[in-house]
Nanobody, 118 residues
Framework: QVQLVESGGGLVQPGGSLRLSCAAS????????MSWIRQAPGKGRDLVAV????????SYTDSVKGRFTISRDNNKNMVYLQMNSLEPEDTAVYYC???????????WGQGTQVTVSS
């Protein structure tokens, strides 16, 4: 069955770094765009970063540009989010998402908590 399993979350001080990982299985990973989406307490889900199926193109929400980097390894069925210069406003549950080209398949992980606090 389809699985997306996130890891790497935790508690970090402002200015610190974390690397999130998402292990995918049960579908043709290299055919899906991959995203990281976050949900802060009491707020809706926000798209943080997207990488195309080939890994050739990425995009970011303005608030994380220059601080976060999304990447993928199609040989290992993995997607990553390197988060640097973390701010308290980055505190959220981070979800891994896989979306097919025409949006007919949309898969989610269970989420990993990131807390930025001193």
């Amino acid at each position: 069955q389809v699985q997306l399993v996130e890891s790497g979350g935790g508690l970090v001080q402002p200015g610190g770094s974390l690397r999130l990982s998402c292990a995918a299985s049960g579908f043709t990973f290299s055919s899906f765009a991959m995203s990281w989406i976050r949900q802060a307490p009491g707020k809706g889900r926000d798209l943080v970063a997207v990488v195309t199926s080939s890994g050739g193109s990425t995009s970011y929400t303005d608030s994380v540009k220059g601080r976060f980097t999304i990447s993928r390894d199609n040989n290992k069925n993995m997607v990553y989010l390197q988060m640097n210069s973390l701010e308290p406003e980055d505190t959220a549950v981070y979800y891994c998402n896989a979306r097919s080209r025409y949006g007919d398949y949309d898969y989610w992980g269970q989420g990993t908590q990131v807390t930025v606090s001193s």
